[in-house]
């Protein structure tokens, strides 16, 4: 069975850090790409990071550019999202999903996804 579990989300103050942990099972890891994707009420859903499987190589939404860090870990199969400088606009449910083919940023990115995690920011 795939899975890939979110964790982390919780409630803290504009300048503040959390870090999300998105942990997969059930499929080979080696071969997916791995985003982290967020939904905020009442807003579209939007990419916000990505890992390739092959090089590392990572993306990033302009709005978290220089703040979000993502990283993996192949031998645990997880990723993380390490968010500081949190802003109030940050408030959104987040999600992990994996995807072996698409472009980041293509609209049908995303063969599996998770649960999300609720990150919630005060200003």
């Known amino acids: 069975e795939v899975q890939l579990q979110a964790s982390g989300g919780g409630l803290v103050q504009a300048g503040g850090s959390l870090k999300l942990s998105c942990a997969a099972s059930?499929?080979?890891?080696?071969?997916?790409?791995i985003g982290w994707f967020r939904q905020a009420p009442g807003k579209e859903r939007e990419g916000v990071a990505c890992i390739s499987s092959s090089a590392g190589v990572t993306y990033y939404a302009d709005s978290v550019k220089g703040r979000f860090t993502i990283s993996s870990d192949p031998a645990k199969k997880m990723v993380y999202l390490q968010m500081n400088n949190l802003k109030f606009e940050d408030t959104a449910v987040y999600y992990c999903?994996?995807?072996?083919?698409?472009?980041?940023?293509?609209?049908?990115?995303?063969?599996?996804w998770g649960q999300g995690t609720l990150v919630t920011v005060s200003s």
């Open positions: 059930g499929f080979n890891f080696d071969d997916y790409d």
């Open positions: 999903a994996a995807d072996s083919w698409s472009t980041w940023g293509d609209p049908g990115w995303g063969d599996y």
